[in-house]
């Protein structure tokens, strides 16, 4: 069996939205929660284009009209047995995840700075500054260090300008500064459905605010980003 999420509302109709293989979606429910899944041929799944769209066409199908906890690509279980066992080990996890979540949609962003040349070759490390003598090349390493360290805490900064408000109008939220010199602010955010509006306009008064910065908000996706451990299956 694929496994696709975990679902609170078990008596709720599967989407009419097809699974892998083109087969038909089907509920496993233990207690008040379902596993998601469709039944599969083969003992793996190729992590194709088309695969990895129909896992999330249904996951995104199901979020519609329920709390859902997305399960990692590929997930496999030997049969419906399989499914409630897992269902029934990780229940009290679940639950909580699926509260976590209910009523929450993730929305992703991405900041790209656009720096000048003389930005970027302070960012970049691979840079090495050249002096004829050995007290020359330590002083204009120390100076090549004292510029990164200040260009670095100006783009923490500036990254905290964009982030502050976001999160104000979040349940949750992660984030990362300066994954590479130019890709500045990389954040996913976990939004009530009715703040999901005033958050897209917030990104964009804020991208009217800073024309230097490329704001790109996307979503709302299943909360991927807010899963915990328990969504660990075993064959």
């Not at 078990?10 to 009419?16: H, I, S, T």
């Not at 047995?81 to 009290?92: I, K, R």
């Not at 100006?154 to 982030?163: D, G, S």
Request: aromatic fraction near 8%; include cysteine; proline fraction near 6%.
């Amino acid at each position: 069996m694929y496994l696709y999420a975990i679902t609170d509302q078990p008596k709720l109709p599967v989407p009419a939205e097809p699974g892998l293989e083109g087969t038909s979606l089907l509920s496993v429910t233990y207690q008040d929660i379902a596993a998601v899944v469709s039944p599969l041929s083969t003992a793996t799944v190729s992590p194709t284009e088309d695969n990895l769209w129909q896992h999330e066409a249904v996951v995104e199908a199901l979020m519609a009209d329920r709390a859902v906890l997305p399960v990692r690509f590929g997930t496999l279980l030997a049969d419906e047995v399989a499914v409630q066992a897992s269902l029934a080990a990780h229940y009290a996890n679940f639950v909580a995840s699926l509260d976590r979540v209910r009523g929450r949609v993730e929305l992703g962003l991405r900041v790209l700075w656009e720096i000048a040349d003389s930005e970027w070759q302070i960012a970049d490390s691979s840079q090495r500054p050249s002096a004829t003598s050995g007290r020359g090349y330590l002083m204009a390493r120390l100076e090549e260090e004292r510029q990164r360290q200040a260009w670095r805490q100006q783009a923490k900064a500036l990254a905290e300008e964009i982030h502050i408000p976001l999160d104000h109008l979040a349940a949750e939220s992660t984030r990362q500064v300066l994954i590479t010199p130019r890709l500045l602010l990389t954040a996913a955010y976990l939004v009530e459905r009715d703040q999901v509006a005033a958050f897209r306009q917030k990104v964009e008064s804020l991208s009217a605010a800073h024309p230097k910065l490329r704001l790109l908000c996307t979503g709302p996706w299943p909360a991927y980003n807010f899963m915990t451990s328990a969504m660990t299956f075993h064959v």
